[in-house]
Structures are given as C-alpha cells and as structure tokens.
C-alpha cells in the first residue's frame, strides 16, 4: 500500500519520470504536490495501472492535486545532452512549472541534480512506495503516450500508438526494413542494419 508522505513537517512533490529507455519520442517528467488526504485506491506505480485506469487516475489527480506539471525534452536535446542529462532536464522543467512551491523533493530513482537548493531524497522504486511519486507517474506516463500517439499519425511502420516508442520486436522489425525517422534518438546508436545492436 502506498504511503502517503515521506514526511509531515514539510511540503513534498514526488517527481517521475516516462520514457527514457525508448528508441523514440520525448522524455517527461511531472511533479505532483498531493494534500494530505489524497486517495484513490487504483493509485500505484503507472506501469502497475490498466491503462484506462491511468486516464481515470490522471483526471482525478489533476483535479485534486495541491500543484501538478508535466514537462519534456525532445529527442534532438536529448542526442544532444544524453538521456540523463535530459530526465533532470524534464524535472527541473516540470518542478519549476508548479504554483506551490515545494519544500522537499521525492524523486523515483538513485541519482538526480540538485533543483534551486530545494533539499531531495532518491527513492528506488519510489513510484511503489509513495503517492506523490505514483500520481506523478501517472501523468507522465499518460502525457508522453498522448504523445506518442500523435507521432504514430506522422509514421504509423513504427506502431507507436502501441509501443510507444519502446524497442518491442515491432519496432525493431520497423526499423530494419524502413530505417530511422526524425523522432528516433539518434545517440542511442540504433543500427537498422545490425540488430543485435538492439
């Protein structure tokens, strides 16, 4: 069961991530202020929720959340600083983005850079452990699928309105008999010509 707070004497976002281990599209991040009395109990990690339970979740949270953002940086940027570089990227974009300003950042992992001297804590598997992480899960999961979907429009070979940009055997087939495209991270060194690189 998910915790309500890491803590109760300061103001926490939970903060998470969607996408970075895609082939393609986007990674985003949100940052989720919850009131002390949140509860929805289909709540949990976003890879743990049925996808239309996640919509149903996304709408709940956005209404009742203290303070909420979402966040991205594009695949160009993203070849540009790596991947790592580019998630801190869309954190620091989606904390910034808030009302409320948070007093202590919980985010889902084991690294992260330190965001306008707010102090933070790393959680592994925090998107399990903690509400504000789960919520912020969510909403990135479910804003970069929006996403996802929409470049699907552009180049429907790659099926990611399904896989959403992950390297699944449909996509990696895609990529073998029609190439890379312009929303493919071209620093992940993706061979269409050698798929043992994948």
Not at 53 to 79: G, M
Not at 175 to 186: D, N
Request: charged content about 20%; overall charge neutral; some cysteine.
């Amino acid at each position: 069961m998910l915790k309500t707070s890491y803590q109760t004497e300061l103001l926490e976002a939970g903060i998470d991530e969607a996408g970075r281990g895609c082939y393609a599209g986007p990674v985003f991040a949100a940052a989720v202020i919850l009131p002390a009395d949140f509860y929805h109990p289909l709540l949990n990690d976003s890879k743990q929720v049925k996808e239309k339970d996640r919509y149903e979740l996304r709408a709940f949270i956005q209404e009742n959340a203290i303070a909420w953002a979402v966040a991205s940086v594009e695949e160009a940027e993203i070849d540009r600083i790596n991947i790592l570089q580019a998630t801190w990227k869309a954190m620091h974009s989606s904390i910034q983005s808030l009302h409320t300003k948070p007093e202590l950042l919980l985010i889902d992992g084991n690294r992260f850079r330190s965001f306008s001297g707010i102090p933070h804590r790393c959680i592994i598997k925090g998107d399990a452990l903690y509400a504000s992480i789960a919520a912020a899960s969510i909403l990135a999961k479910t804003c970069r699928d929006d996403h996802m979907k929409l470049l699907h429009q552009s180049y429907p070979q790659y099926g990611w309105h399904q896989n959403k940009g992950y390297g699944t055997k449909v996509h990696r087939d895609a990529i073998l008999q029609h190439g890379l495209c312009e929303f493919h991270r071209k620093s992940f060194q993706i061979n269409a010509a050698s798929p043992s690189l994948f």
